[in-house]
């Protein structure tokens, strides 16, 4: 694939997430795709931070959009590369503060195949 169609891949990625659309978000994934975020580390600490599957992804975000209603992702930078994009965005809940993120997401065959989240 090329850059640009990671681009498309992570814009579009980003307007699922923005609207809390599960199912829109979890048609870019691949069926057996990985997700490692720091988060499920201290949330979930039998996951040590991994998910496997689009259920267990779906069960993650679930929990974090009912949380969260007012959870919103404000991209700010995207490097493209021929397997992957990584993706800087600002993480915006209300009453809690401002977190800058990084986020890898590997793509094979249009699909994302794995995802790993950075933050402090």
């Known amino acids: 694939m090329s ?8 814009r579009q990625w980003f307007d699922a997430f923005n ?7 979890l ?12 988060k499920l580390k201290i949330r979930k600490p ?10 267990e992804l779906r069960a993650w975000w ?3 959009f009912d949380r969260l209603p007012s959870l919103q992702y404000l991209p700010q930078n995207f490097i493209a ?3 992957a994009i990584f993706m800087e965005y600002i ?18 065959d249009g699909l994302i195949v794995a995802s790993r989240v950075y933050h402090s």
Do not use: F
């Not at 609207?19 to 978000?25: A, D, Q």
């Not at 048609?27 to 720091?38: F, I, K, R, T």
């Open 91 to 108: 993480r915006k809940v209300k009453g809690e503060e401002d977190l800058t993120v990084g986020e890898v997401l590997e793509i094979k």
């Open 27 to 38: 048609a870019l994934y691949h069926e057996n795709a990985q997700h490692y975020s720091p």
């Open 3 to 10: 850059q640009d169609q990671h681009l498309h891949i992570a």
């Open 81 to 83: 590369g021929d397997t």
């Open 19 to 25: 609207e809390h659309n599960l199912e829109k978000l």
């Open 46 to 55: 039998d996951t040590l931070g991994l998910i496997k599957g689009k259920n």
């Open 62 to 64: 679930k929990d974090s």
